[in-house]
């Protein structure tokens, strides 16, 4: 599969994805507690707006024929899937237990 589709599908995602675990962690909770969203959740938006758009660009790589880089989207978009559930349990764990 090409090496280049999964990297580009997975790491800015993943990127936003960690970015709400840390900003969680280094916020305060009078910040992080606040009705509505807040920059976290915002993070957490992004990233699930950018698996969005993988989803569409396989359909299109899909029905233009170009199998190959259709598949590196699709093994990148099940990635990037399992780490932005995977940051989003982690969240709402420290929503619940640490804050």
């Excluded at 280094?26 to 938006?45: A, F």
Aim: a positive charge.
């Amino acid at each position: 599969m090409n090496r280049i589709a999964i990297l580009a599908t997975v790491i800015p995602p993943t990127l936003f994805a960690v970015a709400s675990v840390v900003l969680t962690l280094l916020l305060s909770p009078e910040l992080i507690k606040t009705e509505g969203l807040n920059i976290v959740d915002n993070c957490l938006q992004v990233s699930i707006g950018l698996l969005g758009i993988a989803l569409i660009s396989i359909i299109v790589f899909a029905v233009r024929r170009k199998r190959e880089i259709a598949k590196g989207i699709a093994v990148g978009f099940g990635i990037g899937l399992v780490l932005w559930a995977s940051a989003f349990i982690a969240v709402s764990l420290l929503y619940e237990f640490w804050l």
